[in-house]
């Protein structure tokens, strides 16, 4: 059944307008684009401005999709692992890690989103800033109970030109009750 009309909305904003909210550690703000409306989120969407190495916010429970949006990258650290975060490339992690980043390079913006493991699942695919086009990634899972979900998609654009990236960033949760 198609959804009517006076439910579908469609909306353009640039999301650099959004408040900037200053991390605990000082090393940079988020912009929130997105969140789930339950009292424990299942899900959220922000964008972060990394201006020097430091720790990587931990949240524990919840799978993560980062993607550079500007910068030459970050590397994640942490209980023996690597993660290479690289310009237009989704990258998929588990939350509960304690990583260190290092910025390749200077300053990065990384779009984050962020999935409550069992209640929520994020399909993100990118476009340009890196490699033409890159895989469709999976983060989160919806319990086998969960359910009719619902879903939502928006496409997030950073850059101009050669540099410019393109997300579509699908997320499905169930109803609330």
């Known amino acids: 059944m ?6 579908v909305r469609i909306a ?12 605990k550690n000082g090393a940079g703000v988020t912009r929130t684009l997105a969140v789930d409306t339950q009292p424990v989120p299942r899900w959220r969407v922000s964008i972060a ?13 919840h799978d993560r999709v980062s993607v550079v949006l500007s910068g030459q990258g970050v590397t994640l ?45 994020a399909a993100v695919s990118g476009f340009g800033g890196g490699p033409s086009a890159s895989p469709v990634l999976v983060a989160g899972s919806l319990a086998r109970d969960a359910g009719r979900a619902q879903a939502f998609g928006f496409t997030v654009e950073a ?3 050669p540099d410019a990236v393109q997300l ?10």
Not at 2 to 7: H, K, N, T, V
Not at 12 to 23: K, V
Not at 49 to 61: E, L
């Open 12 to 23: 353009q904003a640039d999301w650099s307008g959004l408040p900037p909210e200053p991390w």
């Open 49 to 61: 401005d990394i201006d020097r190495d430091g720790p990587y916010s931990r949240f524990p429970g």
């Open 159 to 161: 850059g101009d030109g």
């Open 2 to 7: 198609a959804p009517s009309p006076e439910r």
């Open 77 to 121: 650290q942490g209980d023996g692992k690597e993660i290479r975060l690289l310009p237009g490339v989704p990258t998929a992690f588990a939350g509960d890690v304690a990583f260190q980043s290092r910025l390749q390079d200077g300053p990065v913006r990384v779009l984050n989103l962020f999935v409550l493991r069992g209640a929520a699942q």
């Open 168 to 177: 579509d960033l699908r997320v499905a949760a169930p109803h609330a009750a």
